[in-house]
């Protein structure tokens, strides 16, 4: 049984000056105890994604743990549910995530959960992996808000017309706007550019766009 000490920070969030090796192990083998499948697994990126089934979903649910050092010797674990190109309407991956924010405070035998092959794990490093360094927006930085880059372009080129995808990242007052002169064909013209500019992004430059910055109703992302 390994011993880890994490404290609960938020809802979907920990802290831990335990070693990181034995950190990720841990989190990677509540993942399974609770069912999970991994799916991603990257030591060096600092990022575990798991999925489960959920009803008549065909996509599933997934959660992903994201790791980061705070420079002081503590790591954060960010928690984020969601669902695979769908919306999480009524919450269900939200509260997934925090049950398993509980469940990660939890001693468990990381040696009855091995990382199961079907992952796609990262090579292992020469050396001693360490969590990767919060991406900062200088003092802007906030935790993984769990927003994907898949997810954003459908909505971009699919419902881009009446402003989901602004809605999907939190842009809420320009996804009134979209809607409001959704019949004058500009927001239509408008979110097939955003479409083609998210995926022109790299999955770092989305997340430090989307998910490592504070996003307000009237803010433009681009």
């Known amino acids: ?6 404290q609960k920070v938020s ?31 990257e030591r060096t990126q600092g990022r575990i994604e798991a999925a489960w089934k959920y009803g008549f979903n065909p996509f599933g649910m997934r959660i992903t743990v994201n790791f980061a050092s705070q420079g002081d010797g503590t790591i954060q674990l960010t928690l984020n549910g969601s669902f695979v190109d769908a919306i ?8 997934k995530a925090r049950a398993i924010t509980d469940e990660l405070l939890k001693p468990i035998d990381i040696a009855a959960w091995p990382i199961k092959e079907g992952a796609t794990v990262s090579p292992p490093p020469s050396a001693a992996p360490t969590p990767p360094q919060a991406p900062l927006n200088g003092a802007n930085a906030v935790a993984h808000r769990g927003k994907r ?9 699919l419902g881009g017309g009446i402003g989901l995808h602004k809605f999907y990242t939190g842009n809420w007052g320009w996804g009134l706007i979209y809607l409001a002169l959704c019949t004058t064909g500009l927001p239509l013209i408008l979110s097939v550019i955003e479409f083609i500019r998210v995926l022109c992004l790299t999955q770092e430059e989305f997340d430090r766009r989307y998910n490592y910055r504070p996003i307000s109703a009237f803010s433009w992302v681009w």
Not at 149 to 157: E, N, P, Q, R, Y
Request: net charge neutral.
């Open 1 to 6: 049984m390994n011993t880890i000490s994490l």
């Open 11 to 41: 809802d979907n969030t920990l802290c831990s000056t335990s070693p990181y090796e034995q950190l990720f192990d841990h989190v990677a083998a509540h993942l399974q105890a609770q069912g999970g499948t991994l799916k991603t697994v």
């Open 88 to 95: 999480d309407t009524f919450g269900a991956a939200k509260k």
């Open 149 to 157: 880059k898949g997810l954003t372009a459908v909505l971009a080129f």
